[in-house]
């Protein structure tokens, strides 16, 4: 009751002092909004319970009391804290804005940074916690980890500036924007707090999250330290391809025919090249570490045909030096050699887009949808389209998924071997090759299958996850920075959208996938190599000269999720391939329904240029040009030939009965690439649509799922066989639960699982600034001047 | 009734599959996989039955020809073509097949001349409605095109020649009879009129106080018959505020109109002011808001032909909201924009900034956002007055669109007909002038794809809530079919009193008539009845798509992606519940030991009804 009163009295205090409170406030930006703030504090303050004290509150009035009073209520405010995770700084009566709207009116709470993310605990208690179904057991919505942070921006009344790191000390502005990786935006008020607090925390989460730390900094560390995982657990899941079983296992099942490298298992070749990879037969071992592996045919994945998908870092040019040109030579008969088909080549830094290209044309891309306020995304609306088009990252995508195209049509229709190529080895070449696995083979568009993909061509292939995503900050590794695998992601994003029963997964897990790259927990993403990844986790392991640090690997999903949510990765629209077939599908056999029945044409030897034959003469005419990167050039992607071929190849594909365990292309065509609704729209709740979106749909399947799996086991009690041909779709049991558990608790939304609406006010978002004089002018005849219906006599 | 087929048929279940074939058009847009089979068979017999169609009954041969098609995709394939006085079709060997219903053809050209050189430069091009063109290209010899060109000519644009429209020859028998789904009495019981507010009135019986309005008309209860006629002279074509829809709760209401005869001078009409009060006062609401649909220079300009805008000072307690919504002129140059940038190829290079240069989805963007404000104000309980120049295109778009928001019953199959009936086609949109049914001006200004439009916004709407409404995609593209097909009355005509000259309700048959008789072919098994729900679709760029599937449904690698797995998967998860359902009652039955009577109970609660399982799953949003 006392509590109560006092409350009561404060309320007064500030209404009779409210002139005075208002100037008061440190860097008031406009009399309304802090109105605004102070009315929505003591509403808050009206609601909550009689247990907390509010210092938020109190620091207007005396702002002694707040030491006494604080000090015990602060410990409470921590957010759970992770094993490992240590507090750095902290300040309270950081005001948090609501994100989706304009009034300038948020919560109060304590901004912290620790070791790990930046953490707002709001004063609020808590709301009913109904939505929490996808909850990340890591972090919450409140929470981001310091590697998911974007950029930082300082605001002061209107104006924005970016924040750079190095800054002026006992500077900091009134307004923190963070902007993040997975595209939160979160807007914080350091003005209520005291100065020294804001001051700290201001630069503490610059300091940790824009400055360049050493790769021991990286919380997977400390967190790794303090926790255990059981390797077997993990092993029995995805193909880790850390061992030579693991890629003989995939080259047995793929019916290669090459020879599996185990001589660099303790790195003694290069740390550069993978622990264990696969090169043609004749590549002797003299070859292996010839130019550090660079121009080394790397296996990727073999057709039933024989032919096989091989990937390789070029070698640079070197004027006049005839070396690595014979090199090459030797390589380029080794993969044709070891089959019976040609070779075709493609180097791929020639015809896609560089990795800087990628850089500027996402970050271009990812301002459309990281929205500070609503005006200005409406503002943007009208011109969506254009400049989604103008930053051309769809086009992008769209390029890379055409090579691909290419590349499975040279191993499907033609029977050629492909070598594909860039100066690394291990960007483009990683989307390419895994994306022509995906098209080709089913196995990879299973859930564990995909995961696997990922560990052979971008964890073991050597994808330099560390530079490309430079969680240091190290300013020598800004240039080598690009989301490289988020376009991989896209990518299957683009093909699931429109082949969505052919995929185990779904585009939530997808979704949750690109998050998990600013996850600094997962070993999968810490590394530029495996030998990096290996001397790193030996170093940095406890038991010295014992086993290395042992870490998860987002493949883990239990640590960041529970297992209802893990159930939202599954498809409901996948259904398993009927057993009888999975037997003929373990030999392929070449009249296998996904392969195109093709004349015997297809075993000519192709007539295009580009293509090696394997007849020796042959292959020294072509290789005797001077310039390395003339022989090596393919026909380009953009001459008409080429898309026109693809073209073709695609409708002669669309023509055969559509089998979602066989081959799968993709539609190119302008409607067909889209933008990721899911990853990009999520967090912006104007564009949310309540009670519906895709996920409504889905939802009733997973419903209906969850009906036929009852009575399936109702059937199988009654040890009533069922027919075969309805084992396919079986479906996996745990799927439909989840849904229909979230059904039940919460609205669903096209942004679902990741927002959920509970607190949204049901009021339609009506687009602001809806005047698009623009088109208006240039009209022929001014048409838009003109009457309906005739002129004035019409009018009569 | 008679089958009639061009050619020999030895295979009677041949003949069956390509009726189904040839009517559902050969372009097989829905559940293209799940019949799959059905179609290889299908290609398989027309193979070895070329050139046989199934006419309609009422429908006759005019002429057949050989001829060469230029198909835009597989380039020119030779074969026939039969012209009958509904439809062009053609058949080639390598199964290529038209069946245009010749009232989607918008203009027949002559392509080239007697002298002309070049492969293929003689013949015909003909501009269709429904987003695509044909080409056909004759021998250059002997005028072989004057006889084809005149007939099609004749046959295409019945109304310009003294021919009557197919829907007057058609002798089509349907178990249902679509004629009777909308009966404005009922449809008005059903929303609860005439209160004490509202009164039903029979004052345009005889179309004399606005010739483009229905008969029945439901007006304040406080505005007697004399305030109409004294309303009717302010607004232009008569067309006066009346209710369109009202809200059962709040009783807030819709009414259209058309704007106000303003004019330069600005006059004034006491008895319209009084009457727009009356509207506001009905339900006790402080202030009416009028929605004028148009951008507000339109508004103004309007003034100088007479018309204008509620002003502010002249309309005590009403507001005035100005949408933006331009006019049917600049519709139609936008989809001709779009047509041009899909058809026959999609656009390649910058095919976002293309589709954005025409404005169509710009155009669906602000329809969408006004009917969303006027079903908010509804919702919240506020009177609303729509209008726009006439009152019969835009304000029939927001009207209808903002009913389909807040009335659930508009979304299932029988409502939505009852709301096209209502809004569109008794409340005289000008369906023949803007679609120009049988009439060969295709130049004509009168023509715009008002319509069109609207059931684009109808599938935004579909799209961004799968579950909400319980009729398909199937139906969208088949109203727009039969929008131009003049096979059935439904959309003849500009308003009732010529539907009745016309007497097409006794002469024509309803497209209901084939909707209603085959109804679960235009159902979404999606459809999750939810009544008290107001649907607020994202009017958000985001989120608008092109219609691909109807757009750019003539482009053969489009199609491919048209078919819906989600639905597909569905249908064969309901299959096997209910092949489950049937297995464990057949077991229930034969089994009688004491032991799994437990089980059986429990399965058996879940085997009687189904229904009842779902809905225990299914909690509202």
Known sequence: ?796 | MARAVFSSPNAAAAANILVNFAVLHIATWSRKSQFNSALIASRESLKMEPLAVTLLPGEERVIDKDIMYICPFSGPVKGKVFITNYRLYFKSDPSVTLNVPLGAIGRVEKMGGASSRGENSYGLDITCKDMRNLRFALKQEGHSRRDIFDILFRYAFPLSHGLLLFAYLSQEKYEENGWSVYKPMEEFRRQGLPTDKWRITFINDNYELCDTYPTILVVPFKATEEDLRKVSTFRSRGRIPVLSWIHRENQAVICRCSQPLVGMSGKRNKDDERYLDVIREANGTAKLTIYDARPSVNAVANKATGGGYEGDDTYQNAELVFLDIHNIHVMRESLKKLKDIVYPNVEESHWLSSLESTHWLEHIKLVLSGAIQVADKISGGNSVVVHCSDGWDRTAQLTSLAMLMLDSHYRTLRGFQVLLEKEWISFGHKFASRIGHGDKNHADQDRSPIFVQFIDCVWQMTKQFPTAFEFNERLLMTILDHLFSCRFGTFLYNCESARDTNEVRSKTVSLWSLVNSDSTSYLNPFYTPESSRVLYPVASMRHLELWVTYYIRWNPRIRQQQQSPVEQRYMELLALRDEYLKKLEELQLTDSSPNSSHLSNSSASNAASPTQHINHLHTPF
């Open chain 1, 1 to 796: 009751m006392r509590m109560f009163d006092g409350r009561v009295l404060l309320k007064q205090v500030i209404l009779l002092f409210w002139p005075l409170i208002s100037t008061w406030v440190q860097g008031a930006e406009k009399i309304d909004s802090c109105q605004l703030q102070v009315l929505e504090m003591l509403s808050s303050l009206g609601s909550a319970g009689g247990k907390s004290a509010k210092p938020s509150f109190v620091s207007y009035v005396t702002p002694e009391e707040i030491k006494s009073e604080k000090e015990p209520s602060r410990k409470e405010k921590h957010p759970d804290l992770l094993p490992g995770e240590v507090v750095f700084c902290s300040a309270s009566t950081v005001l948090k804005y609501t994100q989706d709207d304009l009034s300038q009116r948020g919560v109060f709470g304590v901004l912290l940074c620790t070791n790990f993310r930046v953490s707002f605990v709001s004063d609020e208690e808590p709301t009913e916690e109904m939505g929490q179904l996808f909850k990340n057991k890591l972090y919450g919505e409140n929470d981001i980890p310091l590697s998911c942070v974007d950029n930082i921006y300082g605001g002061s009344e209107d104006k924005r500036k970016l924040i750079t790191g190095g800054l002026v000390k006992n500077k900091y502005p009134s307004k923190m924007i963070i902007h993040c990786k997975d595209l939160r935006v979160f807007q914080f008020s350091l003005s209520f707090s005291k100065e020294e607090d804001a001051k700290k925390i201001f630069q503490g989460i610059v300091h940790h999250c824009l400055e360049p730390k050493s790769l021991r900094c990286l919380f997977a560390f400390s967190y790794c330290e303090n926790t255990s995982y059981p390797e077997a657990q993990r092993k029995k899941q995805t193909v880790m391809f850390d061992s030579v079983e693991d890629w003989t296992q995939d080259m047995k099942r793929t019916k290669g025919n090459c020879r599996v490298v185990s001589e660099n298992s303790n790195f003694e070749l290069s740390p550069k090249l993978p622990q264990y990879f696969i090169v043609p037969k004749n590549v002797s071992d003299e070859d292996l570490t010839k130019y550090q592996g660079k121009g080394l045919p790397m296996w990727c994945w073999s057709h039933h045909s024989g032919c096989a998908l091989f990937k390789t870092a070029s070698i640079p040019l070197v004027q006049e030096d005839n070396v690595p040109q014979t090199y090459m030579e030797k390589m380029l008969t080794a993969v044709a050699h070891n089959h019976l088909y040609s070779v075709k080549t493609e180097d791929l830094s020639d015809t896609l887009p560089t990795v800087q290209d990628i850089l500027l044309s996402y970050n271009k891309f990812k301002q459309f949808f990281l929205i500070d306020n609503t005006t200005e995304f409406w503002m943007s609306d009208m011109k969506w389209f254009s400049s989604l088009d103008n930053c051309g990252w769809l086009d992008i995508i769209r390029q890379c998924l055409q090579k691909a195209v290419e590349v499975v049509e040279s191993l499907e229709k033609e029977n050629t071997n492909v070598l594909i190529m860039e100066e690394g080895g291990s960007d483009l070449c990683c989307v390419v090759s895994s994306l022509v696995q995906l098209m080709l083979d089913p196995y990879y568009r299973t859930l564990l299958g995909f995961q696997s993909l990922v560990q052979k061509e971008w964890v073991a292939g050597g994808h330099a996850f560390l530079d490309r995503s430079n969680h240091l900050h190290l300013k020598d590794k800004v240039e080598s920075q690009s989301p490289v695998f988020l376009l991989f992601l896209e990518c299957v994003w683009q093909l699931q959208q429109q082949h969505g029963p052919a995929f185990q997964f779904s585009e939530t897990y997808l979704t949750v996938l690109s998050d998990s790259v600013h996850v600094p927990v997962f070993t999968t993403f810490l590394f530029n190599n495996d030998g990096h990844r290996d001397s790193l986790l030996r170093a940095e392991s406890p038991h010295t000269q014992r086993s290395p640090l042992n870490c998860p690997t987002v493949w883990d999903w239990s640590v960041q999720f529970d297992c209802k949510a893990q159930d939202l990765f599954t498809n409901p629209l996948y259904t398993e391939k009927p057993k009888q077939d999975t037997s003929v599908r373990k030999s392929y056999r070449p009249r296998h329904l996904r392969q195109l029945s093709l004349p015997s044409s297809a075993f000519k030897t192709p007539p295009k240029k580009g293509f090696f034959k394997d007849e020796a003469d042959n292959l020294k005419k072509i290789l005797g040009v001077k310039r390395l990167s003339r022989w090596m050039l393919s026909p380009s992607s953009d001459s008409p030939q080429t898309s026109s071929s693809v073209r073709e190849f695609y409708e002669a594909w669309q023509t055969k009965p559509l089998d979602y365990h066989g081959l799968l292309l993709p539609c190119l065509d302008g409607p067909s690439i889209r933008v990721w609704m899911q990853r990009y729209l999520r967090w912006i709740h104007d564009v949310q649509i309540l009670g519906g979106g895709p996920v409504a749909m889905l939802s009733k399947v997973s419903e209906i799922l969850g009906e036929v799996q009852e009575l399936q086991r109702q059937l199988d009690r009654h040890g009533c066989t069922l027919t075969s041909n309805h084992k396919g779709a079986r479906p996996r049991a745990k799927t439909a639960a989840a849904v229909i558990a979230a059904r039940s608790s919460v609205r669903l939304s096209s942004s679902f699982p990741f927002v959920t609406s509970r607190n949204w006010a049901f009021k339609p978002a009506i687009p602001t600034s809806l005047l698009q004089s623009l088109m208006v002018t240039g009209m022929p005849g001014n048409l838009a001047d003109r009457e309906d219906d005739g002129g004035p006599e019409s009018l009569v």
